[in-house]
């Protein structure tokens, strides 16, 4: 059984940092690109970041350019999301996703995690 386990959100002021991590277990994590997304209230799940199987490559929305990071720890079988620059528009769930290739669709992730609070006050 594949899970996905976030963890790492939470309350930060306006231009401060978080690390969101997101633990896979029941698959063979290096085979898998990884990606964060994130949803607002009211609005749709929408693409933050992806990163390769191996690594490397990674992709980002022009609005966390230059603020975020993603990366991943394959001996660890974790992904992570290293957010800085915060901002009140950043506040979402966060969600990491697993999937065959990068993608920004959220339709081309197989697995999914049950996502992680990020609230960024003004």
């Known amino acids: 059984q594949v899970q996905l386990v976030e963890s790492g959100g939470g309350l930060v002021q306006t231009g401060g940092s978080l690390r969101l991590s997101c633990v896979a277990s029941?698959?063979?994590?290096?085979?898998?690109?990884m990606g964060w997304f994130r949803q607002a209230p009211g609005t749709e799940r929408k693409f933050v970041a992806h990163?390769?199987?191996?690594?490397?490559?990674?992709l980002y929305v022009d609005s966390v350019k230059g603020r975020f990071t993603i990366s991943r720890d394959n001996a660890k079988n974790t992904v992570y999301l290293q957010m800085n620059s915060l901002k009140p528009e950043d506040t979402a769930v966060y969600y990491c996703?697993?999937?065959?290739?990068?993608?920004?669709?959220?339709?081309?992730?197989?697995?999914w995690g049950q996502g992680t609070q990020v609230t960024v006050s003004s």
């Open positions: 990163i390769r199987g191996s690594g490397g490559r990674t």
């Open positions: 029941g698959l063979t994590f290096s085979r898998y690109a």
């Open positions: 996703a697993g999937g065959p290739g990068t993608s920004t669709r959220g339709d081309d992730y197989d697995y």
